[in-house]
């Protein structure tokens, strides 16, 4: 059982109430009950603060009365953060024991390197020439595919495939003509793949991940693509072959990236965006329909195919006047 | 060999026709021929009923007289739901033995709880303190991540991922902090989940699909998300996290759903649509780019930039005159 | 080790320069060494043929002069073809030793039936009924259902799943009743389905994947659908139920087909359409709402909403002219 001074004995931060507390779980603010640990992150949050049954908030120091008012809190620079590492501290401290570190039902190749402190999970399968830095956790179902480098403290969800062959065929008269695909898939260190999500080798030179990228479930990387350092992507999203995406992006579930195009540093693309071009400027990018009533839509839909005849019409009449 | 007689002793219905005639197929009306069951839901199909060489026809009482002038006829309240429980007669009639209910290749955790009747197929994975609902089906590589709960006869197609970790990540200096997902993902009775479809386990609480919801084929749901009964969402839907999803809704393919929103009961999304804002109030609601010719996509693409322009051009010939 | 001409005397074309110069690895033209082939496809990159450090480069005949001006070059009718085929024997004259033609990890029914020369890889399930045609690559964790028949020469990329029911559901009272799906999936010769793509059984018919289709990855096919020879479809795109689509079509990444369509023979659809109607005339279609910078977009999003009263203005506008 964690009480609250364990938390800040392992995360520091200012504690206003009694150490000896125990904390039952963690849970959020308008769920949370007298023995539980909270957090408000976000100021517009404010009124669930007061409202809030919880045994503990972590808070900012902007805060620290507001909270102190009601209860016990944590005062931290960053709740959110503090709120992370609470979450890490938990799962150590309710660790289960755990299975063999690679699972029996795996099929690993003999020529395959395997670091140390590495778990794989049940049925995966990692093919020759495959290395798994040390740390990495292979779930369940994971397919890393032949010569394809995965750095060290990675996690790849059940269901991923690293090095399916990119998508590269040669039309011939009618018909197509296989590339075969000769690269590879490298992929940094501390890097998150979420469930089902697929990055493909490379045509010639390798699809490259960098330290620190995280994705989520059900993406799809193209061949030959490069994601910077500390990007993140979020489920569902496409990214089409050979696009260079850069370090510290965030990009929306279900965005499309299509490919060889060049996707500046700190770029932020909503969710279901297409992007169809270069964006080499930071900023917050947006193309999406907006959903309306069906009726609605309809009229405008309607009219949206005629959108440049409109644009010639009020030429004509700003002519006239 | 089923005939005539059989679907009406099971499932009811008015039979104009000889009950002996033997059924070798259920066929659409287009397809089918004079040993062949099919139907007519839609009376827009009228002329299909006319023209078909089906052997029997299941209609509705409007339709009566009509089915009957070419030929027999199964008369039934609801032609489309009769045919559903007629592919369901023939699937029970035209059962096969059926293999060992837990494949040997499947990996069972000890402390995972199985269920009366369940079927677990082969390269499954069931994880520690997961319990399975009776008469649940687990096709072919499934997967059911920790703790998490799957109700009674439900069925999860292969490549199924069940509780994988939600994409919870705080900022910190430019790289990404993990947030533990401390939840699990709870599933009602009678849900059925197509192939390669995800849903991840919550931050705190816990993800929940309620009582039978039917979902397609590679769908993500995110963490934290609450979908409501009877809720049908169809192939390669995305739902971002803590999305609160009535029941009684459809939500056609592709669409996207924006997390930390409502939808209400009875509501049904137009496939391709992108949900940003809570919709409370029932109905059919659609935002999708209409397709054109790609030349004329192009102008009016070029002019929808400039959209707010145009108007601001009106509202200046407007006060002119 | 490969020499130029190895090349020569596999694929054909013309060398201008030293057969004898050994060929290290296959490269783009940015990125060759001197001991590298490369090739210049796209006049458009004529200016990195210059730059280009590339041991030799396959090129076109009208690009002869330019080519021979810095060095070795193949000189062939179609240098993108002839690349492709340089790619293939590239990976045949580099095969390692392989393993076991069917993994022993491998769940084949006792019922199905396997061609001469399959390769099944590990974790693969092929069910009862299935066949699978000569020399057809099942790669790792690939699902073959009931009955489903797959052509000769096709490959099958890790997570595959053939075969899962369609999404088939009669509204009953607020619930939904199972409409059984009775057919299977057929699969013609050369077909290639990339990682985690899912193609669902039909109803009553089947599901019809013609010969030479090239299918990329997390797509979904609905039940019914029928996809024309030699048609290629870019990763994450959905196809609803029934839809009909041509012969020698290309489908761009994430765009999206309702079903109950017909899409003619060599229709082209832009990445991120979506397809709502049927399109029976060749050409290419779009329909992307344009990304922006985000005030932008909220700007012109918010006059989206009123366009239909835009053209009514303009109307009114003109009538008093």
Redesign the interface.
């Known amino acids: 059982m964690l009480h609250l001074g364990d938390f800040i004995a392992a995360l520091g931060g200012e504690l206003i109430g009694d150490p000896q507390l125990p904390v039952e779980?963690?849970?959020?603010l308008d769920?949370a009950g007298p023995s539980h640990l909270s957090f408000l992150s976000n100021p517009r949050y404010r009124q669930q603060l007061d409202a809030s049954r919880a045994g503990c908030v972590i808070v900012a120091p902007a805060m620290r009365e507001a909270a102190q008012a009601r209860g016990a809190c944590i005062v931290a620079d960053?709740p959110?953060?503090y709120?992370?590492?609470a979450?890490?501290l938990?799962?150590r401290s309710h660790a289960?024991s755990t299975g063999p570190a690679i699972?029996p039902?795996a099929?690993i190749d003999a020529q395959a390197v395997i670091g140390e402190g590495v778990r794989i999970?049940?049925?995966c399968?990692v093919?020759?020439g495959a290395r798994i830095g040390e740390g990495t956790v292979l779930?369940?179902?994971v397919?890393v595919?032949e010569d394809c480098v995965i750095g060290a403290r990675c996690?790849l969800?059940?269901?991923v495939?690293i090095g399916?062959?990119g998508?590269?065929?040669?039309?011939?008269a009618?018909?197509?003509?296989?590339?075969?695909?000769?690269g590879a898939v490298r992929i940094g260190d501390?890097v998150?793949i979420?469930?089902?999500t697929?990055i493909?080798r490379g045509?010639?030179?390798d699809t490259v991940i960098e330290d620190?990228v995280?994705l989520?479930?059900?993406i799809?990387v193209?061949h030959n693509c490069r994601i910077g350092k500390?990007t993140?992507i979020?489920?569902?999203v496409?990214i089409?072959g050979s696009a260079n995406i850069g370090a510290?992006c965030t990009i929306g579930?279900?965005a499309?990236i299509?490919g060889h195009l060049t996707i500046g540093d700190g770029v932020n693309?909503?969710?279901?965006?297409?992007?169809?071009?270069s964006?080499l400027k930071p900023?917050?990018?947006?193309?999406?329909?907006?959903?309306?009533?069906?009726a609605?839509?309809?009229?405008?839909?309607?009219?949206?195919?005629?959108?440049?005849t409109?644009?010639d019409?009020?030429k004509a009449?700003?002519k006239?006047?």
Request: charged fraction near 25%; glycine fraction near 12%.
């Open positions: 779980r963690l849970a959020p769920a960053d959110y953060l709120f992370a590492r979450t890490q938990w799962k289960r699972h039902s099929v999970g049940p049925q399968v093919e020759r779930k369940a179902r397919v595919g996690t969800h059940p269901g495939v399916a062959d998508f590269g065929w040669a039309p011939n009618g018909t197509w003509e296989k590339i075969e695909q000769l501390d998150d979420g469930a089902n697929c493909d045509a010639l030179a620190g995280k989520d479930n059900l799809q193209g500390h993140a979020a489920g569902c496409g089409a510290h579930g279900a499309m299509l693309i909503s969710a279901g965006s297409f992007v169809a071009r964006i900023g917050l990018y947006t193309g999406i329909f907006p959903i309306d009533d069906n609605a839509w309809e009229k405008n839909a309607a009219t949206l195919k005629q959108l440049h409109l644009r019409r009020i009449l700003e006239k006047l």
